[in-house]
């Protein structure tokens, strides 16, 4: 069992940047770790995902302005957005990924509010 617990969202203007964080209840060594958003009226969308060895992946359009890292040490998963726009606007949420079940189980996290004024 792995419980997310995500901070880090808010209010930030035009161009501004944040950082969010996804501190996770137990280990997530072997865990793909993952954020997603979801806009109002929209579907949720990755934005990246990370493997217990550094190796990443961006959804195309999220690549430049969001970084994804983590220290699995500290049981903890980051995402640092940079020039952020209004159209980021989302709840944004953790994911983890556990490969130990066919298929793998998702966790998810209750989610962090951004907004981005304009």
Do not use: H
């Not at 137990?26 to 109002?40: D, E, K, L, T, V």
């Amino acid at each position: 069992q792995v419980q997310l617990v995500e901070s880090g969202g808010g209010l930030v203007q035009s161009g501004g940047s944040l950082r969010l964080s996804c501190a996770a209840s137990g280990s997530i060594f072997s865990i793909i770790m993952g954020w997603y958003r979801q806009a109002p009226g929209k579907q949720r969308e990755l934005i990246a995902e990370i493997t217990s060895g550094g190796i990443t992946n961006y959804a195309i359009s999220m690549k430049g302005r969001f970084t994804i890292s983590r220290d699995n040490a500290k049981n903890t998963v980051y995402l640092q957005m940079n020039s952020l726009k209004p159209e980021d606007t989302a709840v944004y949420y953790c994911n983890a990924e556990d490969p130990a079940y066919d298929p793998p189980y998702d966790y998810w996290g209750q989610g962090t509010q951004v907004t981005v004024s304009s």
